[in-house]
């Protein structure tokens, strides 16, 4: 694995099933598809930001409710990446 890359785990990245960028970026990838089933401390999206790659971790075991973001897109810091429902 490249050093360049490193994981964001927040506690409460988001309200409720959240999970928010923790600052701007590009959508590099979506790991996953609604509905499937998450776990805590999965990589859910790879969002590239100052030239870093960040793993946007899931702060919880959930299934993907909603994905309101594609690879390419650009977010802004407290963005929506994910909305994650319990299982």
Do not use: H
């Not at 998450?38 to 919880?60: F, N």
């Amino acid at each position: 694995k490249v050093g360049s890359r490193r994981q964001v785990n927040r506690e409460s990245p988001g309200i409720g099933g959240d999970i928010v960028a923790p600052m701007p970026g590009r959508v590099v990838q979506v790991l996953v598809q609604v509905g499937d089933l998450v776990q805590q401390g999965q990589t859910v999206i790879i969002l590239e930001s100052m030239k870093m790659e960040l793993e946007i971790a899931a702060p919880r075991d959930g299934v993907v409710k909603r994905i309101p973001v594609e690879p390419g897109a650009q977010v802004d810091k407290g963005m929506r990446l994910l909305e994650l429902e319990e299982q």
